[in-house]
């Protein structure tokens, strides 16, 4: 049965990049959504709500993203996912307006 299970799991953990390195392991790290900031300053909130505090500042033609493609909306307001030591837990947000993906 152990033999099933690894001949089962290895390629699914090979295909996640998990045993392998190389190729797989570069596309899985680059997965997720990628922005190009077009306002000239946009801030990059902690949290998905105009009230939040603005953690950092981009400007444009900065190159903005995360490892997933997440959204958030809070009334008219729409926010997208992006990676930043600037915020508590490494994600911050920011408007869909001041960015155009990649």
Do not use: H
Not at 52 to 79: F, R
Request: hydrophobic residues 45%; aromatic residues 8%; contains cysteine.
């Amino acid at each position: 049965m152990n033999r099933l299970a690894a001949a089962v799991l290895a390629p699914v953990l090979g295909f996640a990049g998990v045993l392998l390195g190389g190729p797989v392991a570069d596309a899985s790290a680059q997965a997720g959504c990628q922005y190009k900031v077009v306002w000239p300053t946009a801030g990059v909130y902690e949290n998905p709500n105009p009230n939040s505090v603005v953690v950092k500042t981009k400007y444009a033609g900065d190159i903005v993203g995360a490892s997933t493609c997440e959204g958030a909306s809070w009334n008219e307001y729409g926010y997208v996912l992006v990676a930043t030591d600037a915020a508590a837990d490494g994600r911050g947000w920011m408007r869909t307006g001041a960015v155009v993906p990649v």
